[in-house]
Nanobody, 122 residues
Framework: QVQLVESGGGLVQAGGSLRLSCATSGRTFSHYPMGWFRQAPGKEREFVAAVTYFTGNTNYADSVKGRFTISRDNAKDTVYLQMNSLKPEDTAVYYC???????????????WGQGTQVTVST
C-alpha cells in the first residue's frame, strides 16, 4: 500500500512559521521527485514547490519564492516544507505528492497524500 502522510499543519498568525512534513511508507520514493501542492477554499489545487532526489534541485511557485523552502531527507524518506512569513492567503489544505518524472511533478503527479490544513490568521 502506497502512502504519503503529511503532518505539521495548524493555525498560525500572519508573519509566523510552520514546517510541514511528508513521510512515505509502503513503497520507496527515495528516487522520486517530491512536491507540495495546496488548495484553498473555492479554488483549484495549485503547485507550491518540488525537489529532485539526486541533485536537490528545487522549483517554486512565484507566490512562495523567498518565503518557503522545500527539502528532503532521503535516509528518512521524508520531504519538508518550511513556511516562513506566512500570509492569510497561504491558508489552504497542503498536499504532498510524488512522481517518478521531474517534468510531471509540478503538473499532475501520480501519488498524493491526504492533506494537512494550514490556517493563517490576521
Amino acid at each position: 500500500q502506497v502512502q504519503l502522510v503529511e503532518s505539521g499543519g495548524g493555525l498560525v498568525q500572519a508573519g509566523g512559521s510552520l514546517r510541514l512534513s511528508c513521510a512515505t511508507s509502503g513503497r520507496t520514493f527515495s528516487h522520486y521527485p517530491m512536491g507540495w501542492f495546496r488548495q484553498a477554499p473555492g479554488k483549484e489545487r495549485e503547485f507550491v514547490a518540488a525537489v529532485t532526489y539526486f541533485t536537490g534541485n528545487t522549483n517554486y511557485a512565484d507566490s512562495v519564492k523567498g518565503r518557503f523552502t522545500i527539502s528532503r531527507d532521503n535516509a528518512k524518506d521524508t520531504v519538508y516544507l518550511q513556511m516562513n512569513s506566512l500570509k492569510p492567503e497561504d491558508t489552504a489544505v497542503y498536499y504532498c505528492a510524488a512522481d517518478p518524472y521531474w517534468p510531471r511533478i509540478a503538473l499532475n503527479p501520480a501519488y498524493w497524500g491526504q492533506g494537512t490544513q494550514v490556517t493563517v490568521s490576521t
